[in-house]
Structures are given as structure tokens and as C-alpha cells.
């Protein structure tokens, strides 16, 4: 037997799924961590935090199969996280996730003075960018930011920490904000902007960039043999495009977990005036357009607190009053915007 697995790195749980090699699941275990609000509009998660759920989500995935029959892993992520690592890769600063809208004022000066970097970027210049992240730390003289070698997403955070390489995949540095989708490499003119240098970012690769020789701490909490390949893959949105084949012109994945988006595939970078869409790199020929949403699946989570005193209503039974209410739900409309929200603004 041989298998695959596919590690996730999401807003609120690590996911390790276990494939035969067919696509049939052979075995699955998710991880929950914590997203905390320390004050209004801030999103932040702990880094070492997350790495401990990815190790035990990888361990308790694999634990009735063998090291051996383990051929590779493949890494998906949520986009737009932002943490100040220093050079021996311990974090500095929380993960500032998507979520996170503290940046909000340095984002509209940016789309007011500054609307070529979108063009050049194919990220609408909105909080939820580590762009703006990093000028709301220079102007508010975040220590983090002074004391940073290296500016990453969580999943550069693991693979730093796993494997010591200094790697990122194209779809997660796109959703930087700091990536020009035209050159596939980071554009100079933005990290000027933003006041950091192309040396505090890691190499940007194709999703297919393969990393062995995992370190020998992590390997044995992940129950992986060190030697097993690991695929960098790319962001969340891609791979829910490829994970269901929606990958010809005209085909579209709409995705809803913690947020949602609709997502199509491009052989070009596809952007209008009004930054209604993003478009990212996926790899050198291909891009994945389209418009993300900030509100998905943690409306039920607010639905279950609004209604629940003491023990929250379970998802299904929150599912059944639902569907007893006629179509239209009485003229009610309901605008999500727990969150704030992105596309199509």
C-alpha cells in the first residue's frame, strides 16, 4: 500500500487527510486552535500553536500506517497571514490573519495614492494584505517589525522551522500584496513601499517545489519518516479549484469554510480598475482569479452563540429549523458583515 496526505493549515484547525494513492480517503484528523480577538478588528492566532495542531494532526492521521507507505505530503493554507520571525525561526509577533483590520486607514491610502500596485500585484489593496499590515507596524512603531530578520506566512513559518529552507510558494506570496503576478518574483517598488527589503522574504517557487530531510524534532511529533517528500503546494484557493477539477476556462469553484470565495482559473492575470477581483499567481502559466468573502461558515458560529444560553445548539439542529422556513425567510435579508468584508468592495 502507498498513500499521500494532504495537510491543511486553516483559520481555526490543521487538517490532515490521508489518501490511497485512487483519491478514496484512508484516514482523517483535525486540529483545532484558537483565533483571538485581543481588541476590535484585531484577528491574531499563535504560531507555535499552530505548528503543535499540524504535528498532532499529522500523527494522529497516520498512526495505523506505516512510515514507509507514506510517499509524500502536500501543503495547502489559508492566505494573507503575517508573522515577524527571527533567524533562528521563533516567532516575534502573533499571526495577523486575513481576518485582521487594524490596517484599515494605511489600505485606503494606499488604494487612494498608490492604485498601481494592484496592477502590478493583483491583490486589492485592503487590510486583509500583509502590504498593509506592515505599514500600520511601521506607523505605529510595532517592536515586532524592528527586531524582524524575516517577514512570513504560517506556512513559511512551518517549513522554516521542519525543514530550514527558505521557500514560498506563488500563491502565498501573491496574496502578500508584495508579489508582482506579472515576473513571478517580489516587486521592488511595493517593498519600498512598505519599507522592508527582498532579503527578509523567502524564494518564491512553483507549487510543485519539493522539500526532504525534515528536521528530527518535528518528524518524530508527526510520526513521518524524515525522509518523506513534502510538496509546497500553494494557498487554500488554488487547490480547492484543483482538489474538484475546476481548472478549464469557464469553470468555477465557490468554497465556503471560515470565509468563502469564488474562485476561476486563468492562463492570464485578469484584473479590472475598480479591484473588485483578485488575481494570483498559481504557477507560471496559470493564475486564479476572483472575489473572497470574509463571512462563511462562522455565520452558524454567531447564529449558535446569538440563540444558545448555556450549550450551544449543534450545527444540525440549527439545519433543520432552517429548513421549515419558507423560501425567502419572510422578506428577511441578513448582510453578513460580522467581519467586515472584501469582494465585492
Given at each position: 500500500?502507498?498513500?499521500?496526505?494532504?495537510?491543511?493549515?486553516?483559520?481555526?484547525?490543521?487538517?490532515?487527510?490521508?489518501?490511497?494513492?485512487?483519491?478514496?480517503?484512508?484516514?482523517?484528523?483535525?486540529?483545532?486552535?484558537?483565533?483571538?480577538?485581543?481588541?476590535?478588528?484585531?484577528?491574531?492566532?499563535?504560531?507555535?500553536?499552530?505548528e503543535q495542531a499540524a504535528l498532532e494532526?499529522?500523527?494522529?492521521?497516520?498512526?495505523?500506517?506505516?512510515?514507509?507507505?507514506?510517499?509524500?505530503v502536500g501543503i495547502s493554507a489559508a492566505?494573507?497571514?503575517?508573522?515577524?520571525?527571527?533567524?533562528?525561526?521563533?516567532?516575534?509577533?502573533?499571526?495577523?490573519?486575513?481576518?485582521?483590520?487594524?490596517?484599515?486607514?494605511?489600505?485606503?491610502?494606499?488604494?487612494?495614492?498608490?492604485?498601481?500596485?494592484?496592477?502590478?500585484?493583483?491583490?486589492?489593496?485592503?487590510?486583509?494584505?500583509?502590504?498593509?499590515?506592515?505599514?500600520?507596524?511601521?506607523?505605529?512603531?510595532?517592536?515586532?517589525?524592528?527586531?524582524?530578520?524575516?517577514?512570513?506566512?504560517?506556512?513559511?513559518?512551518?517549513?522554516?522551522?521542519?525543514?530550514?529552507?527558505?521557500?514560498?510558494?506563488?500563491?502565498?506570496?501573491?496574496?502578500?500584496?508584495?508579489?508582482?503576478?506579472?515576473?513571478?518574483?517580489?516587486?521592488?517598488?511595493?517593498?519600498?513601499?512598505?519599507?522592508?527589503?527582498?532579503?527578509?522574504?523567502?524564494?518564491?517557487?512553483?507549487?510543485?517545489?519539493?522539500?526532504?530531510?525534515?528536521?528530527?524534532?518535528?518528524?518524530?511529533?508527526?510520526?513521518?519518516?524524515?525522509?518523506?517528500?513534502?510538496?509546497?503546494?500553494?494557498?487554500?484557493?488554488?487547490?480547492?479549484?484543483?482538489?474538484?477539477?475546476?481548472?478549464?476556462?469557464?469553470?468555477?469553484?465557490?468554497?465556503?469554510?471560515?470565509?468563502?470565495?469564488?474562485?476561476?482559473?486563468?492562463?492570464?492575470?485578469?484584473?479590472?480598475?475598480?479591484?473588485?477581483?483578485?488575481?494570483?499567481?498559481?504557477?507560471?502559466?496559470?493564475?486564479?482569479?476572483?472575489?473572497?468573502?470574509?463571512?462563511?461558515?462562522?455565520?452558524?458560529?454567531?447564529?449558535?452563540?446569538?440563540?444558545?444560553?448555556?450549550?450551544?445548539?449543534?450545527?444540525?439542529?440549527?439545519?433543520?429549523?432552517?429548513?421549515?422556513?419558507?423560501?425567502?425567510?419572510?422578506?428577511?435579508?441578513?448582510?453578513?458583515?460580522?467581519?467586515?468584508?472584501?469582494?465585492?468592495?
Amino acid at each position: 500500500m502507498s498513500y499521500v496526505i494532504g495537510l491543511d493549515l486553516g483559520t481555526t484547525s490543521a487538517k490532515s487527510v490521508v489518501f490511497h494513492k485512487n483519491g478514496e480517503v484512508a484516514a482523517e484528523y483535525e486540529v483545532a486552535y484558537p483565533l483571538s480577538h485581543p481588541v476590535v478588528g484585531h484577528a491574531e492566532q499563535d504560531p507555535l500553536q499552530m505548528e503543535q495542531a499540524a504535528l498532532e494532526a499529522l500523527s494522529l492521521s497516520t498512526r495505523s500506517i506505516e512510515r514507509e507507505d507514506i510517499v509524500g505530503v502536500g501543503i495547502s493554507a489559508a492566505m494573507h497571514s503575517l508573522i515577524c520571525m527571527d533567524e533562528k525561526g521563533a516567532p516575534l509577533s502573533p499571526s495577523m490573519i486575513w481576518a485582521d483590520a487594524r490596517s484599515a486607514g494605511e489600505a485606503s491610502t494606499l488604494k487612494e495614492n498608490h492604485p498601481d500596485v494592484y496592477r502590478r500585484t493583483g491583490t486589492s489593496l485592503h487590510p486583509m494584505s500583509p502590504l498593509s499590515k506592515l505599514l500600520w507596524m511601521e506607523n505605529k512603531h510595532y517592536e515586532p517589525l524592528q527586531k524582524a530578520d524575516y517577514f512570513v506566512s504560517v506556512k513559511e513559518f512551518l517549513l522554516y522551522r521542519w525543514f530550514g529552507e527558505k521557500v514560498v510558494d506563488y500563491s502565498i506570496a501573491a496574496a502578500t500584496g508584495l508579489f508582482n503576478i506579472h515576473e513571478h518574483e517580489w516587486d521592488e517598488e511595493t517593498l519600498a513601499l512598505a519599507g522592508i527589503r527582498s532579503e527578509q522574504l523567502f524564494q518564491p517557487v512553483e507549487p510543485t517545489y519539493v522539500m526532504k530531510g525534515m528536521n528530527a524534532e518535528p518528524a518524530e511529533k508527526s510520526g513521518l519518516d524524515a525522509g518523506t517528500p513534502f510538496v509546497i503546494g500553494g494557498s487554500d484557493g488554488p487547490l480547492a479549484n484543483l482538489g474538484i477539477g475546476a481548472i478549464q476556462p469557464g469553470e468555477t469553484a465557490i468554497t465556503i469554510g471560515t470565509s468563502g470565495a469564488i474562485r476561476q482559473f486563468s492562463s492570464e492575470p485578469l484584473l479590472d480598475d475598480q479591484q473588485e477581483v483578485f488575481s494570483y499567481s498559481f504557477t507560471n502559466d496559470l493564475w486564479i482569479t476572483g472575489g473572497p468573502s470574509n463571512n462563511g461558515g462562522l455565520v452558524l458560529k454567531w447564529i449558535q452563540q446569538l440563540f444558545s444560553n448555556e450549550d450551544e445548539i449543534p450545527v444540525e439542529e440549527l439545519t433543520k429549523l432552517a429548513s421549515e422556513v419558507e423560501a425567502g425567510a419572510g422578506n428577511l435579508i441578513f448582510l453578513p458583515y460580522l467581519n467586515g468584508e472584501r469582494a465585492p468592495f
